[in-house]
């Protein structure tokens, strides 16, 4: 990839958290205008657009009068959004359109316009694993980390350590859901929802959405926009269940998309100044440390007690709060995406010095699916 697509536009709805007077429709398009607005592209330019089911692509370019002579709809879960900037830079590349329009909206607490999400009964995941209680993300991300406690040592008070670092990074964020500084024994007095996960190890459920503007380098010349480069993407895939995952304690998802997305940046761990992983549980972050290459097997834990991921820590990690105290609309991967574009933009609400790299990393399907992206700042 040489990088020559850029990210142009990125923002958010208006508010996020609790929205029953918008629908879902509304939190794409209000999305939508927003990022486009944020980086004066017209409508009438966007030629491709993607995001998921839903009310779809088609309909959301439909309701914003665009015309699209390329869509994408790729569903993956939570991760969806960066297979699809991953998919755009392709499209772009290859001339199959000039600009894109990425949008998601989702009513993840107020369900209005919703979709219900039941395991198809005659589904792998329906036959073997949801008959068996494992139905919801809690039930079935358990089963995996306590495969990974056992074998690495790490230890419930990791866990906590996750959410008590991101609660930091809350602080400084108006707009996160939860900001007040909480405490390892907080996170443990907090309800248990499925051991390990206590209340607070857990995501949030909100409502909001977000969007983003890819383009070309050279369309980018022509706009007063702090543009931010595409250097490497990836993605990666396992199995439809928990249950059927090679080794509980690691992510072929995460690692298979990260090798990629480095190997096409040209870049290694140490290249990364930011880092964005999908926290719908405290245990991703954990996770993704390892898988990523950032620290050993095992490490982890102690990584980010030692502050390494905290406010002036080596390594900023979800600092906007991410998924347990910024917000969860239930496919949470856009908002990562927008941390990244602000954080290399300098106008992030707890904005760290020097940021010149940021690498999101994007969960799907509980380790269904994986999806990298390395951005950089405008040269």
Known sequence: MSGGVVIVGAAETDDIGTLPNHSTMRLHTEAARNALQDCGIDKSEVDGIAGVSMPGPISVAHSLGIEPRWVDTTSVGGTSFLTHVRHAVAALEAGHCSVVLITHGESGRSQVGAPRYTPDPA?????????????????????????FMKETGTQARHLADVAVAQRKWAAM???????????VDDVHNSPVIAWPFHLLECCLVTDGGGALVLTTEERAKDLDVAAVRVLGTGEG??????????????????????????????????????????DAFAHLPLYGLEDLGFVGRGEAGEFVRAGHTSPGGALPMNTNGGGLSYTHTGMYGMFAIMESVRQLRG?????????????????????????????????
Do not use: C, W
Request: hydrophobic share 45%.
């Open 173 to 183: 964020n108006p707009r996160a859901k939860f900001r007040d500084p909480i405490t």
């Open 123 to 147: 589904s792998v995941v329906g036959q073997f694993e949801a008959p068996y209680g494992v139905t919801g993300p809690p039930s079935r991300f358990t089963v995996p980390f306590l495969r």
């Open 347 to 379: 106008t992030a609400p707890a904005q760290v010095a020097g940021v010149e790299t940021s690498l999101v990393q994007g969960n799907g399907g509980m380790f269904a699916a994986g999806s990298t992206l390395i951005l950089a700042a405008a040269a």
């Open 237 to 278: 895939y396992e199995a439809p269940g928990i249950s059927m995952m090679e080794d509980f304690t690691t992510f072929k998802g995460f690692k298979n998309s990260a090798a990629d997305a480095f190997r096409a940046a040209q870049m290694t761990p140490a290249d990364i100044d930011h880092l964005m992983i999908y």
